[in-house]
């Protein structure tokens, strides 16, 4: 099959994660996977939410949202949507499943997503981004004595995948998102674990052979995003 950027159909688009472009938050990362980009910051609050409150217990949490001209259409600002909840409700989950949040002491690291521009992959794109933001967010909190060590157990990463023209293929633009018969968002750690499989017949149905060749195509394009959070955070991350 020809993808509309001749990419094969196991290659990930290329990708860019430049650490601290914001120079206020304490851990900041601007990612590009093909033409999508996503802002991510990571701000420590000293609160944590009220059942957690007395725990000793950390949180992290996050939001999520697309500028106004982020997509082909303008966007209305600030319009919350289902897909808006559903998206931060995931990266929230995603990074909580490999930080110790009792090593954090109690207070709340809020991850925010800024999606400048969309082309598929935003969700997936922010997860990842956001890991590099914990870390540095963590790591600033070190460096100030304010935890013994940085508490997360794995790396995370993200990617979609997809059946077009029954061909499976990594990674998806917008464009072939739009056009896809499967797809699926898949995260998972560097010890190859999943953390979220979302998986759609969105044309087409398909068998447990074709959604487990998904599932290997998405834990090889997983494992080169891991490969680079590694080399950008091993100066904080051994």
């Keep these: 099959m020809n993808r509309n950027d001749g990419r094969q159909p196991d290659q990930l688009r290329p990708v860019t994660i430049t650490r601290n472009c914001n120079k206020y938050a304490e851990g900041s990362c601007e990612i590009q996977l093909g033409d999508t980009k996503v802002i991510c910051t990571a701000s420590v609050d000293e609160n944590v939410p009220p059942f957690l409150k007395g725990s000793g217990t950390g949180w992290v949490t996050a939001e999520y ?30 990074l909580r499943a490999v930080t110790e949040l009792k090593k954090m002491g109690e207070r709340t690291i809020w991850i925010d997503c800024d999606v400048i521009q969309g082309d598929g992959g935003t969700r997936t794109a922010s997860i990842t981004g956001s890991f590099v ?59 190859g674990e999943f953390i979220e499989i979302q998986g759609t017949g969105e044309r087409a149905t398909f068998d447990k052979d074709e959604m487990n060749r998904l599932l290997g195509l998405a834990e090889c394009g997983i494992k080169e995003l891991i490969a680079i959070q590694k080399k950008l955070l091993k100066d904080v991350v051994k």
């Design 133 to 191: 933001a914990l870390v540095d967010a963590l790591a600033k909190l070190k460096s100030r004595g304010m935890i013994a060590a940085i508490p997360v157990r794995e790396f995370v990463a993200a990617t979609s995948v997809g059946i077009i023209k029954k061909t499976p293929v990594l990674d998806l633009s917008y464009e072939e998102d739009s056009k896809a018969d499967v797809d699926m968002n898949i995260v998972m750690t560097s010890a």
């Design 65 to 94: 949202g697309m500028l106004p001209r982020s997509c082909a259409t303008r966007m209305m600002r600030n319009k919350d949507s289902g897909r808006t909840f559903e998206i931060q409700r995931l990266v929230g989950r995603s």
